[in-house]
């Protein structure tokens, strides 16, 4: 682990304030090449319906006080229905002027048992991505995000040691089934935020609040990236776009800004050491080809891994928000987040934080790996945030460009409203609202669809 305190100095730049004048003036993506990839995100799970994995048993459980793991006490049982409606989805990216769209495949839909394998699913997932493919949007393809079969949830989910050779079995399959259709992989969603909250805050499955294990299920997704990467490769051999390259994979990682809430040493230590080992862990395993997780007085894992060198043709980075650490340093919580003073928050409580975003950017500018923002949004169920929060966060993205850094697209989560985890239905994050207690879901545009549609005229790709 790199020393906390040095990770802040050198990892996480001064806070800086955006100018408001300056946003307002930016023609969005003006400056960005043709090749520029637009689009918006979404996952499997939180859209299809009809799934039933190791979430959809957990959505049906309680804490011991008699809370629902589900805030609202909903579930994605039926979520957007999106495996029925793909179509309507389709029209709300052409509607956007979109030229990428990342959305997920469901493990547990495609193989229900293990080994087995459903053709017509597999038909379904073909007929969307050519779908997609025919009206100039390119499939990006999420294999895995947040969501086991029940086969795998039963031996133990990601204390299974079998777990990250079975998810690159599917990563496999997928790469022989879809390879002619899909270039683009992101083999695994946020590893960090998984392992927070399923192990570390128990609020996903599998329900555990253990540092050790949080530990060690980071360790085998590092294992399982390393792996997929290798059985994408050897499996799709493709070239579906015609670029002379038959795969590009990345991971999405969740990168969140962690600034010390005053100058006091133990918030600066602190918010190092959150720093590193939420952003930093995993990117480290990859840069350095091996499995390496380290918190002082739980764990000291390093390990050679040669699969993880060289397993990313891209970095997603999924951006939200910054948190003002207040350090603690006993107790059962290293810190507590502080609010910062005059900034807006989205309706999940969340900052929102703009200059993070290039912050980000820049921080990981040069290491090797493009950058693609595979999600950056805003829960904004009154519609009154999302217009200003692209703006902003498209002017972050420009201004990166525009200082030398290998942006190479924008996608913004997410394109329907969905089904936001332990949260239900209360996140609204959809560029398309919907309304879930309506029996036809329909997708319907928000003020920020104008927003988005401006930045894709500059961009070029819509007309
Ligand atoms: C996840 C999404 C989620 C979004 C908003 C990201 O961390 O990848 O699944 O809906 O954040 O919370």
């Given at each position: 682990m790199v020393l906390p305190a040095l990770a802040l100095v050198a990892g996480c730049a001064k806070p800086i304030t955006f100018d408001a004048g300056a946003i307002a003036a930016n023609r969005m993506?003006?400056?960005?090449?043709?090749?520029f990839l637009l689009g918006a995100a979404t996952s499997a799970y939180q859209i299809e319906g009809g799934n039933h994995n190791d979430w959809s048993e957990w959505e049906k459980g309680r804490y011991p006080d008699g809370t629902p793991h589900v805030l609202d006490g909903t579930s994605a049982t039926r979520a957007a229905d999106s495996w029925n409606f793909w179509r309507a989805d389709l029209s709300a990216l052409q509607l956007l002027g979109a030229n990428v769209y990342r959305l997920g495949i469901e493990w547990s839909r495609l193989?229900?048992?293990?080994?087995?394998?459903d053709q017509a699913a597999a038909a379904r997932y073909r007929q969307m991505f050519a779908a997609l493919r025919a009206a100039g949007i390119t499939p990006i393809v999420t294999l895995y995000h947040f969501t086991l079969p029940t086969w795998v949830a039963a031996r133990?989910?990601?204390?299974?040691?079998g777990a990250p050779a079975a998810l690159a079995a599917f990563a496999g399959r997928a790469g022989s089934a879809f390879g002619d259709l899909v270039d683009w992989w992101c083999t695994i969603n946020e590893p960090n935020v998984l392992v927070a909250k399923g192990y570390l805050a128990g609020q996903w499955p599998p329900g555990a609040r253990d540092p050790h294990r949080a530990a060690m299920a980071l360790a085998a997704l590092m294992r399982a990236h390393g792996l997929m990467t290798g059985a994408l490769r050897e499996n799709d051999r493709?070239?579906?776009?015609?670029?002379?390259?038959a795969t590009r994979i990345g991971i999405a990682q969740n990168l969140r800004i962690f600034d010390p809430y005053s100058a006091s040493p133990v918030d600066g230590i602190v918010a190092g050491a959150a720093d590193d080992f939420y952003n930093q862990a995993f990117l480290d395993a990859v840069t350095l080809g091996r499995v390496r997780v380290v918190l002082p007085g739980v764990i000291d894992i390093d390990q050679p891994f040669p699969p993880l060198a060289g397993s990313l043709d891209y970095l997603g980075v999924n951006y939200y928000t910054r948190d003002l650490v207040v350090g603690h340093l006993g107790g059962p919580n290293i810190y507590t987040p502080a609010s910062a003073p005059d900034r807006p928050r989205n309706d999940l409580g969340w900052e929102i934080y703009p200059e993070g975003l290039y912050r980000m950017l820049l921080r990981y500018a040069h290491r090797g790996w493009p950058l693609l923002v595979t999600e950056n949004g805003v829960a904004d169920g009154r519609g009154v945030l999302r217009s200003d929060f692209l703006r902003a966060h498209l002017y972050a993205v420009d201004r990166a460009r525009a200082e030398g850094v290998e942006v190479i697209g924008y996608l913004y989560w997410s394109l329907i409203d969905n089904f936001e985890w332990s949260h239900g239905y209360r996140g609204h994050f959809g560029l398309y609202a919907i309304?879930?207690?309506?029996?036809?879901l329909t997708r319907r545009p928000t003020a920020a669809v104008a927003t988005f549609q401006e930045a894709a005229r500059n961009l070029g790709t819509l007309h």
């Open positions: 993506l003006a400056g960005a090449p043709p090749g193989e229900p048992t293990e080994g087995a394998w133990g989910g990601w204390d299974w040691d493709t070239d579906a776009d015609g670029d002379g390259r309304d879930f207690e309506d029996p036809t």
